[in-house]
């Protein structure tokens, strides 16, 4: 992939190429302006959303739809003028957000008047702010309607948001609604773009999200966050990116129980739920809290294991132990053990190998199940489910539930999702 653009303003200056992943915004590669004024990036890579970004907190969004791109930069980065060619439809995007800016500017003055304005003078203020919401509401809403197969109008819409309200008061519904009400969680393109990062950034920045977070109002936290799953809910994808997001914004270490709202929230969303007695349940959720990374790993006995040389956990022999708990029942389950067995066979002469318990009853049903998707890895079924041994030693609630545990019977980690399964497993084994 080869990106080159014109940028006579910022000579020697650095610049940056970012992409999306289902880790966040990562960097690419970086390059100085030449002395003639061009700005020059090679990356193994494919037609794609990217960023090109000064360090500084300004950038630009962008779509490759092929192997190379040129434009131009005219003017300074923060508030430049970007010429494509004249078919390429990023000249497009451009026209749209130059209209979203249009109305932010003319909000932005009309809330300073306002709050400068005498109480009489308020009502004016607000009834012409009124009236420019509307404008700009309508505006988004018929992009919106037009939306489908049009690439320039998604990614125009993704950095779209409503216009607040001028009182700016913290009322939960609202305020999610301004940043996502035209934001599409289902639209394969944007998805873990650098674009759906940046309407994260914009929503978790914004002024309400920091008063809630800096005042610790945890139920109004919670339901924001809640909010933003079930808008999400539908794309498994969506999800992975955003409570991997969710999790590097919100360190364990700084922001502890918005870090375990998030996980309960992502179990939720991503998982099937067993009856459980509530005692039972808030034991093992509790327990499960202090079950971290350096705890020795529980042995258990490997019940109805089709490896008939194993009888225990404690027997299997590997640098590296990936226990999954699953079910037949559960979809998210199959999906996970789908991806799981393309990465078992790159991993496994590394170091791997991969442990699964079924939690199901009918026996037969779940052999038949392994033999027909050709799982060779180490396959056991406890038809005690929930209240066996094993998942109370675990404190295992639903499933999927993945550990990787290490030689010497430690564990390494609890991933959630198949990317931060994937990212430790090359962690530990590459």
């Known amino acids: 992939?080869?990106?080159?653009?014109?940028?006579?303003?910022?000579?020697?200056?650095?610049?940056?190429?970012?992409?999306?992943?289902?880790?966040?915004?990562?960097?690419?590669?970086?390059?100085?302006?030449?002395?003639?004024?061009?700005?020059?990036?090679?990356?193994?890579?494919?037609?794609?959303?990217?960023?090109?970004?000064?360090?500084?907190?300004?950038?630009?969004?962008?779509?490759?739809?092929?192997?190379?791109?040129?434009?131009?930069?005219?003017?300074?980065?923060?508030?430049?003028?970007?010429?494509?060619?004249?078919?390429?439809?990023?000249?497009?995007?451009?026209?749209?957000?130059?209209?979203?800016?249009?109305?932010?500017?003319?909000?932005?003055?009309?809330?300073?008047?306002?709050?400068?304005?005498?109480?009489?003078?308020?009502?004016?203020?607000?009834?012409?702010?009124?009236?420019?919401?509307?404008?700009?509401?309508?505006?988004?809403?018929?992009?919106?309607?037009?939306?489908?197969?049009?690439?320039?109008?998604?990614?125009?819409?993704?950095?779209?948001?409503?216009?607040?309200?001028?009182?700016?008061?913290?009322?939960?519904?609202?305020?999610i609604d301004q940043f996502f009400e035209y934001f599409d969680f289902t639209d394969s393109l944007i998805v873990g773009s650098p674009c759906f990062y940046a309407k994260l950034d914009r929503f978790f920045d914004s002024k309400q999200m920091q008063y809630l977070i800096e005042s610790n109002d945890s139920k109004e936290i919670e339901l924001a966050i809640q909010h933003i799953f079930w808008l999400s809910e539908v794309n498994n994808h969506a999800q992975e990116c955003l409570m991997n997001y969710l999790l590097n914004r919100f360190p364990h270490k700084t922001h502890a129980s918005i870090h375990e709202q998030v996980i309960k929230t992502y179990k939720m969303a991503n998982s099937c739920e067993y009856v459980l007695a509530s005692k039972s349940m808030r034991e093992r959720m509790e327990n499960d809290k202090s079950f971290t990374k350096g705890s020795k790993a529980p042995d258990f006995v490997l019940s109805n294991c089709l490896n008939l040389n194993l009888e225990s956990f404690s027997k299997v022999n590997s640098d590296l132990t990936l226990l999954i708990v699953w079910s037949a029942h559960c979809e998210e389950s199959l999906d996970l053990l789908t991806r799981i067995n393309r990465l078992y066979h790159t991993y496994q002469e590394k170091g791997l190998e991969v442990v699964a318990i079924s939690i199901d009853h009918n026996l037969m049903a779940w052999e038949n199940f392994v033999e027909e998707h050709n799982y060779s890895w180490v396959n056991a079924c406890d038809k005690a489910g929930l209240k066996s041994e094993f998942a109370m030693a675990y404190n295992i609630t639903s499933t999927p539930n993945m550990f990787l545990i290490s030689a010497d019977q430690i564990l390494v980690s609890k991933p959630l999702t198949f990317y931060q399964l994937k990212r430790e497993i090359e962690d530990f084994l590459d």
């Open 1 to 175: 992939m080869t990106l080159s653009v014109k940028v006579e303003n910022h000579i020697s200056e650095q610049f940056y190429l970012q992409g999306g992943s289902e880790m966040g915004l990562v960097t690419i590669d970086s390059s100085r302006v030449k002395a003639f004024g061009t700005l020059f990036i090679q990356w193994k890579g494919r037609p794609d959303f990217y960023r090109l970004s000064d360090g500084k907190g300004h950038f630009l969004d962008f779509r490759m739809t092929n192997s190379s791109l040129s434009f131009e930069i005219k003017g300074r980065f923060s508030d430049a003028e970007y010429i494509f060619d004249s078919e390429d439809k990023n000249n497009q995007v451009q026209y749209y957000l130059s209209e979203f800016d249009y109305y932010k500017s003319e909000a932005e003055s009309l809330a300073k008047a306002y709050n400068q304005a005498q109480a009489d003078d308020q009502k004016e203020v607000e009834k012409t702010y009124k009236t420019l919401q509307k404008e700009s509401e309508n505006l988004i809403k018929d992009l919106w309607s037009k939306r489908t197969n049009d690439w320039s109008l998604q990614l125009a819409l993704a950095h779209a948001d409503r216009l607040p309200d001028l009182d700016n008061k913290i009322k939960t519904g609202p305020f």
